[in-house]
């Protein structure tokens, strides 16, 4: 439930600022996001394989054998890191494009704040999704580990 109310709060306040800031029609931008996710898709694939489906399903089980607890941790860790760099990464392509077709004064205001909406995508994604995924498999493992203590005694 706790979880709930936080994640809640946290995407709320995102929204007033957006909404304060000119509306979410300025946050939200196709091709950036087909990007990061390109980029991070790829990225998991490439360091993980196969194992990508079988730690996000991990994710979502209440009891996680011990043996997974590290490999699982260490998953979501990369994928989090992969995110941010991905998001600089769309960020640079994104400039290097702006740049070869830039003509109008005029537009470098937008096209830089589409630019930076990589970033600002990387970070949200790996702190406010992946981050906390990765929390909750380390709580419910505690959780088991903990309750498994309490019948042994």
């Known amino acids: ?18 909404k304060a800031g000119g509306g979410f029609n300025m946050y939200v931008n196709l091709p950036t996001l087909l990007l990061l996710f390109g980029i991070t898709l790829a990225g998991t694939i490439v360091g993980y394989g196969k194992q990508t489906i079988y730690y996000f399903m991990l994710a979502g089980k209440k009891q996680i054998p011990s043996k997974d607890l590290l490999p699982a ?37 937008p096209a830089i704040a589409i630019t930076l909406l990589n970033i600002i995508y990387g970070l949200v994604f790996s702190f406010i999704i ?4 990765k929390h909750g498999i380390l709580l419910n493992r ?12």
Request: glycine share 6%; with cysteine.
């Open 142 to 153: 505690l959780s088991v580990d903990s309750a498994t203590e309490k019948k042994g005694k």
């Open 130 to 133: 992946i981050q906390p995924i």
């Open 73 to 109: 941790l260490n998953f979501f860790n990369y994928i989090s890191r992969l995110t941010l760099y991905s998001g600089i990464c769309a960020f640079f392509i994104s400039a290097v494009v702006i740049l070869v077709n830039f003509t109008d004064v005029k537009m470098l205001g």
């Open 1 to 18: 439930m706790f979880k709930l109310i936080g994640l809640f709060i946290c995407i709320a306040s995102i929204a007033v600022v957006m």
